[in-house]
Protein backbone atom coordinates (compact mmCIF):
# COMPACT_ATOMS: atom_id res chain seq x y z
CA UNK A 1 0.00 0.00 0.00
CA UNK A 2 1.14 3.62 -0.72
CA UNK A 3 1.93 5.82 2.37
CA UNK A 4 2.10 9.25 2.77
CA UNK A 5 4.47 11.32 5.57
CA UNK A 6 3.96 14.34 7.39
CA UNK A 7 7.15 14.86 9.20
CA UNK A 8 6.39 18.44 10.88
CA UNK A 9 3.41 17.11 13.27
CA UNK A 10 3.64 21.09 14.38
CA UNK A 11 4.64 24.34 13.01
CA UNK A 12 3.91 27.99 13.09
CA UNK A 13 3.96 31.10 11.51
CA UNK A 14 3.61 34.65 11.85
CA UNK A 15 0.53 36.41 10.31
CA UNK A 16 1.48 37.89 6.95
CA UNK A 17 4.70 35.01 6.76
CA UNK A 18 4.97 32.64 4.33
CA UNK A 19 5.25 28.77 5.53
CA UNK A 20 5.97 25.60 3.60
CA UNK A 21 4.68 22.34 5.12
CA UNK A 22 6.06 18.98 4.53
CA UNK A 23 5.30 15.59 2.81
CA UNK A 24 6.63 12.55 1.21
CA UNK A 25 5.23 9.73 -0.46
CA UNK A 26 6.22 6.42 -1.15
CA UNK A 27 4.33 5.09 -4.60
CA UNK A 28 5.76 2.51 -7.76
CA UNK A 29 3.02 3.84 -9.71
CA UNK A 30 3.58 6.96 -12.37
CA UNK A 31 0.14 7.87 -12.15
CA UNK A 32 -1.57 9.59 -9.51
CA UNK A 33 -3.06 12.80 -8.13
CA UNK A 34 -2.12 14.33 -4.81
CA UNK A 35 -4.06 16.55 -2.49
CA UNK A 36 -3.67 18.94 0.60
CA UNK A 37 -6.34 19.03 2.51
CA UNK A 38 -7.41 21.99 5.80
CA UNK A 39 -9.24 20.22 8.67
CA UNK A 40 -9.98 23.47 10.76
CA UNK A 41 -10.89 22.97 14.16
CA UNK A 42 -13.71 21.44 14.74
CA UNK A 43 -14.63 21.98 11.17
CA UNK A 44 -15.05 19.74 8.24
CA UNK A 45 -12.15 18.92 5.91
CA UNK A 46 -11.94 20.85 2.84
CA UNK A 47 -9.67 20.57 -0.01
CA UNK A 48 -7.06 23.17 -0.57
CA UNK A 49 -4.75 22.23 -3.53
CA UNK A 50 -4.69 19.15 -6.08
CA UNK A 51 -1.45 18.16 -8.43
CA UNK A 52 -1.82 15.70 -10.99
CA UNK A 53 1.26 13.71 -11.51
CA UNK A 54 1.81 14.01 -14.93
CA UNK A 55 1.49 17.30 -14.59
CA UNK A 56 5.56 19.37 -14.41
CA UNK A 57 3.88 22.30 -13.37
CA UNK A 58 3.03 23.41 -9.96
CA UNK A 59 -0.86 23.68 -8.75
CA UNK A 60 -1.29 27.17 -7.68
CA UNK A 61 -4.25 28.31 -5.78
CA UNK A 62 -4.42 32.11 -4.47
CA UNK A 63 -1.86 31.90 -1.47
CA UNK A 64 -1.39 28.64 -1.95
CA UNK A 65 1.12 26.79 -4.00
CA UNK A 66 2.61 23.61 -4.12
CA UNK A 67 6.14 21.91 -5.25
CA UNK A 68 5.71 18.67 -6.36
CA UNK A 69 8.99 16.68 -6.87
CA UNK A 70 7.95 13.72 -8.90
CA UNK A 71 11.54 11.98 -8.83
CA UNK A 72 12.09 12.31 -5.05
CA UNK A 73 8.09 11.80 -4.13
CA UNK A 74 8.09 15.21 -2.31
CA UNK A 75 4.60 17.21 -2.48
CA UNK A 76 5.61 20.46 -0.07
CA UNK A 77 2.50 22.84 0.30
CA UNK A 78 3.67 26.80 0.49
CA UNK A 79 0.94 29.33 1.94
CA UNK A 80 1.85 32.82 1.28
CA UNK A 81 0.30 35.69 3.09
CA UNK A 82 -0.76 33.63 5.93
CA UNK A 83 -3.64 34.73 7.44
CA UNK A 84 -5.71 33.78 10.78
CA UNK A 85 -7.87 31.42 8.84
CA UNK A 86 -5.13 29.49 7.89
CA UNK A 87 -5.07 27.64 11.44
CA UNK A 88 -5.59 24.35 10.94
CA UNK A 89 -5.01 20.60 10.97
CA UNK A 90 -3.26 19.93 6.72
CA UNK A 91 -3.43 16.84 5.42
CA UNK A 92 -1.40 15.38 2.46
CA UNK A 93 -3.48 12.98 0.28
CA UNK A 94 -2.84 9.82 -2.21
CA UNK A 95 -4.75 8.76 -4.60
CA UNK A 96 -3.71 5.94 -7.13
CA UNK A 97 -5.56 5.90 -10.31
CA UNK A 98 -4.62 2.01 -11.34
CA UNK A 99 -5.63 0.81 -7.54
CA UNK A 100 -8.96 2.19 -7.38
CA UNK A 101 -10.22 4.85 -5.54
CA UNK A 102 -8.13 4.42 -1.89
CA UNK A 103 -7.21 7.73 -0.95
CA UNK A 104 -4.12 7.66 1.45
CA UNK A 105 -3.42 10.41 4.36
CA UNK A 106 -0.79 11.55 6.43
CA UNK A 107 -0.88 11.70 9.69
CA UNK A 108 -1.13 15.79 9.61
CA UNK A 109 0.31 18.88 10.44
CA UNK A 110 -0.86 21.25 12.96
CA UNK A 111 -0.59 25.22 11.70
CA UNK A 112 -0.86 27.61 13.72
CA UNK A 113 -0.57 31.35 12.68
CA UNK A 114 0.71 34.13 15.19
CA UNK A 115 -0.65 37.47 15.09
CA UNK B 1 -25.67 22.30 -2.60
CA UNK B 2 -26.58 21.45 1.63
CA UNK B 3 -23.40 19.85 1.65
CA UNK B 4 -22.39 16.30 2.80
CA UNK B 5 -24.23 15.33 6.36
CA UNK B 6 -23.71 13.03 9.34
CA UNK B 7 -26.00 11.73 11.95
CA UNK B 8 -25.31 11.70 14.96
CA UNK B 9 -22.46 14.37 15.69
CA UNK B 10 -21.41 12.31 18.85
CA UNK B 11 -22.48 8.72 20.34
CA UNK B 12 -21.13 7.48 23.41
CA UNK B 13 -22.02 3.77 24.02
CA UNK B 14 -20.88 0.45 25.64
CA UNK B 15 -19.02 -1.80 24.87
CA UNK B 16 -20.50 -4.63 22.92
CA UNK B 17 -23.38 -2.52 22.00
CA UNK B 18 -24.08 -1.96 17.96
CA UNK B 19 -23.92 1.04 16.73
CA UNK B 20 -25.54 2.97 13.43
CA UNK B 21 -24.36 6.04 11.55
CA UNK B 22 -25.84 7.82 8.39
CA UNK B 23 -24.36 9.99 6.30
CA UNK B 24 -26.13 11.72 3.79
CA UNK B 25 -24.07 13.31 0.63
CA UNK B 26 -24.38 16.04 -1.60
CA UNK B 27 -27.34 14.84 -4.12
CA UNK B 28 -25.66 14.54 -7.12
CA UNK B 29 -22.86 12.64 -6.01
CA UNK B 30 -22.50 9.37 -7.21
CA UNK B 31 -19.25 8.22 -5.21
CA UNK B 32 -19.49 8.20 -1.09
CA UNK B 33 -16.24 7.09 1.05
CA UNK B 34 -16.09 6.10 4.82
CA UNK B 35 -13.25 7.21 7.06
CA UNK B 36 -11.96 6.24 10.23
CA UNK B 37 -10.03 9.06 11.92
CA UNK B 38 -8.11 8.55 15.76
CA UNK B 39 -6.66 11.21 17.54
CA UNK B 40 -3.21 12.27 15.59
CA UNK B 41 -3.87 10.67 12.57
CA UNK B 42 -5.29 11.21 9.23
CA UNK B 43 -7.99 9.40 8.02
CA UNK B 44 -7.91 5.93 7.10
CA UNK B 45 -10.30 4.52 4.27
CA UNK B 46 -12.52 1.92 5.01
CA UNK B 47 -14.52 1.67 2.11
CA UNK B 48 -16.45 3.29 -0.92
CA UNK B 49 -19.46 3.04 -2.72
CA UNK B 50 -20.10 4.51 -6.84
CA UNK B 51 -24.58 4.17 -6.29
CA UNK B 52 -25.31 2.20 -4.48
CA UNK B 53 -22.72 -0.44 -5.23
CA UNK B 54 -19.78 -1.33 -2.24
CA UNK B 55 -16.93 -1.73 -4.76
CA UNK B 56 -13.70 -1.28 -2.48
CA UNK B 57 -13.29 -2.44 0.99
CA UNK B 58 -10.58 -1.61 3.09
CA UNK B 59 -8.96 -4.30 5.19
CA UNK B 60 -9.25 -2.54 8.58
CA UNK B 61 -12.99 -3.66 7.67
CA UNK B 62 -13.54 -6.31 9.81
CA UNK B 63 -17.14 -8.23 9.80
CA UNK B 64 -18.24 -6.44 12.66
CA UNK B 65 -18.50 -3.23 10.05
CA UNK B 66 -21.10 -2.74 7.36
CA UNK B 67 -22.05 -0.50 4.72
CA UNK B 68 -25.16 0.03 2.75
CA UNK B 69 -26.24 1.97 0.71
CA UNK B 70 -29.45 0.71 -0.55
CA UNK B 71 -30.76 3.65 -2.86
CA UNK B 72 -27.39 5.23 -4.27
CA UNK B 73 -28.33 8.35 -1.79
CA UNK B 74 -27.35 8.28 1.85
CA UNK B 75 -25.42 5.28 3.52
CA UNK B 76 -25.11 3.77 6.55
CA UNK B 77 -22.18 2.34 8.76
CA UNK B 78 -22.89 -0.36 11.15
CA UNK B 79 -20.75 -1.44 14.04
CA UNK B 80 -21.75 -4.52 15.63
CA UNK B 81 -20.44 -5.39 19.37
CA UNK B 82 -18.24 -2.33 19.41
CA UNK B 83 -14.87 -2.61 21.42
CA UNK B 84 -12.95 -0.08 22.76
CA UNK B 85 -10.53 0.32 19.89
CA UNK B 86 -13.47 1.43 17.87
CA UNK B 87 -14.04 4.80 19.94
CA UNK B 88 -12.76 7.23 16.93
CA UNK B 89 -13.82 9.90 14.18
CA UNK B 90 -16.22 8.46 11.49
CA UNK B 91 -16.13 10.69 8.26
CA UNK B 92 -18.14 10.43 5.16
CA UNK B 93 -17.36 11.72 2.05
CA UNK B 94 -19.11 12.37 -1.49
CA UNK B 95 -17.72 12.76 -4.82
CA UNK B 96 -19.08 13.44 -8.25
CA UNK B 97 -17.32 10.93 -10.84
CA UNK B 98 -15.16 12.76 -12.97
CA UNK B 99 -12.30 12.03 -15.69
CA UNK B 100 -8.84 10.81 -14.79
CA UNK B 101 -9.55 11.12 -11.43
CA UNK B 102 -10.01 14.81 -11.25
CA UNK B 103 -12.79 14.25 -8.72
CA UNK B 104 -12.96 16.46 -5.47
CA UNK B 105 -14.01 14.72 -1.86
CA UNK B 106 -16.33 16.54 -0.05
CA UNK B 107 -16.21 15.84 3.96
CA UNK B 108 -19.33 15.69 6.48
CA UNK B 109 -19.00 16.87 9.98
CA UNK B 110 -17.94 13.31 11.45
CA UNK B 111 -19.85 11.11 13.52
CA UNK B 112 -17.74 10.85 16.88
CA UNK B 113 -17.81 7.93 19.17
CA UNK B 114 -16.65 6.72 21.86
CA UNK B 115 -17.28 3.49 23.34
CA UNK B 116 -17.03 2.85 27.03
Known amino acids: AQTVTQSQPEMSVQEAETVTLSCTYD???????LFWYKQPPSRQMILVIR??????QNATENRFSVNFQKAAKSFSLKISDSQLGDAAMYFCAYRSLPSGNQFYFGTGTSLTVIP | DTGVSQDPRHKITKRGQNVTFRCDPI?????LYWYRQTLGQGPEFLTY????????KSRLLSDRFSAERPKGSFSTLEIQRTEQGDSAMYLC??????????????FGPGTRLLVL
Open chain 2, 49 to 56: FQNEAQLE
Open chain 2, 27 to 31: SEHNR
Open chain 1, 27 to 33: TSESDYY
Open chain 2, 93 to 106: ASSREGTSGKETQY
Open chain 1, 51 to 56: QEAYKQ
